[in-house]
C-alpha cells in the first residue's frame, strides 16, 4: 500500500522566513496530494492542494510543489507568521480514496 | 464548522468495554473516513465507506469494525478496549469515493480515553 514519509518531524523558523516541508510517496498511481494544517486540540483543515497533472500550485503565502518522477512534493510558506505555529500534514491519495497521511511535522514560528 | 458531526466528544472507559462513535457527515457527502490519532502522533487512516459499502481499509484492527447506514451516518465500534487504544479519533467526509478527488472534512474528534 502508499507509504508517506514527511520531513522534518520538527521545524522552527524566525519570524519572516520561510519553511519548507517535504514528503515522499511511495504508490506512483497516487494522484492527489493535500496539506492539513492542525492546531492544538482541533480538527485537521485543508490549506493547499495539487493533483498528478500540475507541478505547483500557489495560493497567497503558500505554495505547494510536486515531482512526479521522484514522488515527493513540497510545502512552503513564506513570510511566516505566529499563526502558522502549528502541525502540518500531506498526505497521498488515489482518486480520493485511502488518503495515507505522513507523520506531520510541528511548525514553530519564533517572534 | 466544518459541517461533520462526531459524539460523544469526550468518552472514559475501562478496559475490556465496548464503545460506539457515532459520525454524521456533511450535507451530501457519500464517502467517510476514519482516523486514529494517539498523543502526538499522525492519522492513521483505519477505514472508508462509499454509500454504504466498504472501500478502503487501512491499518484497523479486528477488535474495531465500522459501518454506514443509510442515511450515511457512520458508527465506528471498538471493542475489548486496551490502554493503547486511547485516542482522538476523527472522521472525514467527502463528496466521492473515487473518480474525482476532493477535499476532506474532518469532525472535532471524539476523545476516547481507557483506564
Known amino acids: 500500500g502508499e507509504n508517506v514519509e514527511q520531513h522534518p518531524s520538527t521545524l522552527s523558523v524566525q519570524e519572516g522566513d520561510s519553511a519548507v516541508i517535504k514528503c515522499t510517496y511511495s504508490?506512483?498511481?497516487?494522484?492527489?496530494f493535500p496539506w492539513y494544517k492542525q492546531e492544538l486540540g482541533k480538527r485537521p483543515q485543508l490549506i493547499i492542494d495539487?493533483?498528478?497533472?500540475?507541478g505547483e500550485k500557489k495560493d497567497q503565502r503558500i505554495a505547494v510543489t510536486l515531482n512526479k518522477t521522484a514522488k515527493h512534493f513540497s510545502l512552503h510558506i513564506t513570510e511566516t507568521q505566529p499563526e502558522d505555529s502549528a502541525v502540518y500534514f500531506c498526505?497521498?491519495?488515489?482518486?480520493?480514496?485511502?488518503?495515507?497521511f505522513g507523520p506531520g511535522t510541528r511548525l514553530s514560528v519564533l517572534p | 464548522d466544518s459541517g461533520v458531526t462526531q459524539t460523544p466528544k469526550h468518552l472514559i472507559t475501562a478496559t475490556g468495554q465496548r464503545v460506539t462513535l457515532r459520525c454524521s457527515p456533511r450535507?451530501?457527502?457519500?464517502?467517510v473516513y476514519w482516523y486514529q490519532q494517539s498523543l502526538d502522533q499522525g492519522l492513521q487512516f483505519l477505514i472508508q465507506?462509499?454509500?454504504?459499502?466498504?472501500?478502503a481499509k487501512g491499518n484497523i484492527l479486528e477488535r474495531f469494525s465500522a459501518q454506514q447506514f443509510p442515511d450515511l451516518h457512520s458508527e465506528l465500534n471498538l471493542s475489548s478496549l486496551e490502554l493503547g487504544d486511547s485516542a482522538l479519533y476523527f472522521c472525514?467526509?467527502?463528496?466521492?469515493?473515487?473518480?474525482?478527488?476532493?477535499?476532506?472534512?474532518f469532525g472535532e474528534g471524539s476523545r476516547l480515553t481507557v483506564l
Open positions: 472525514a467526509s467527502s463528496v466521492n469515493a473515487g473518480g474525482t478527488t476532493g477535499e476532506l472534512f
Open positions: 504508490d506512483s498511481a497516487s494522484n492527489y
Open positions: 495539487i493533483r498528478s497533472n500540475v
Open positions: 498526505a497521498a491519495s488515489k482518486y480520493g480514496q485511502n488518503f495515507v
Open positions: 450535507s451530501g457527502d457519500l464517502s
Open positions: 465507506y462509499y454509500n454504504g459499502e466498504e472501500r
